[in-house]
């Protein structure tokens, strides 16, 4: 800038920049700014000064958590790039206990290939993110959510699921949705076939007549289309 090298990064690059950190400094943020994230600058080499920055959790974030846990998503996993101090102090915001900080974006596809080993193969795991860093973490997990409105281009091309408005709950609202529909095609399929051969065995004994045909075949169909219907409403 104005021929001057500047840096602005965390400690690991004021090192790197040959700027030594005032002791003062390293790792220490005012009282209202505990868990503030430490941005360093530097020009020349030499230390200038600090940026604290403190996140702001979304409104429904620790409802959407909690609402997570009662719909059986039992394991909840905070990955961030920020220092441990925040990442602890967020995830106590949020109930989250099981946390990883200062993260850099490999990191993060790191750790997500151990949780992906953990995982049994019945379950799938859900990545939600909004940067740039979370592409390649978004693309690598068995569902991507992003965030649509506040969320980088790369994110939003590299999530299967984009929430346009950036309400954490609507990814609970997405699961029920989904349960919902399995639940009624699970349904429709059992009463759609069950009937059907119900009607076979009648007709075999001479039981059932065209009166009986027409309800297995286009009476079921009807009575299909009324409970899928019911997918309409989802709270």
């Known amino acids: ?6 840096a602005v990064g965390n400690a ?50 620790r409802d959407a958590v909690n609402s ?17 101090e925040t990442a602890a102090a967020v995830g106590a915001d949020l109930g989250i206990s099981e946390y ?4 850099l974006p490999a990191d993060k596809v790191e750790k997500l290939e151990l949780l992906l080993a953990e995982t049994e193969s019945k379950y799938k795991l ?25 969320g980088s281009d ?6 299967d699921v984009v929430l346009m408005d950036d309400d954490p709950m609507k990814i609970v609202k997405a699961i029920r949705i989904s349960r919902k529909c399995m639940r009624i095609i699970y349904e429709n399929i059992v009463f759609s076939i069950g009937v059907k051969l119900l009607a076979l065995a009648l007709v075999a004994f001479g039981i059932g007549g065209m009166w009986l ?9 009807v ?13």
């Open 1 to 6: 800038v104005d021929g001057r090298e500047i």
């Open 12 to 61: 690991s690059l004021m090192a790197l920049a040959g700027a030594s950190l005032p002791l003062s400094s390293i790792g220490s943020a005012p009282d209202n700014y505990s868990a503030a994230t430490c941005v360093y600058i530097a020009a020349d080499g030499k230390y200038e000064g600090r940026i604290l920055i403190s996140d702001q959790l979304k409104p429904t974030a």
């Open 68 to 84: 997570l846990r009662e719909n059986g998503i039992d394991r909840v996993v905070m990955l961030t790039g920020d220092r441990a």
């Open 100 to 103: 990883y900080s200062e993260l």
């Open 126 to 150: 859900a990545f939600t993110g909004d940067g740039i860093n979370d592409a390649p973490v978004l693309v690598r997990a068995d569902v991507g959510i992003a965030m649509g409105g506040i």
């Open 154 to 159: 790369a994110a939003i091309e590299a999530a």
């Open 213 to 221: 045909a027409v309800f297995a075949d286009v009476g079921v169909m």
């Open 223 to 235: 009575l299909a289309v009324l409970n899928a219907i019911r997918a309409l409403k989802t709270t």
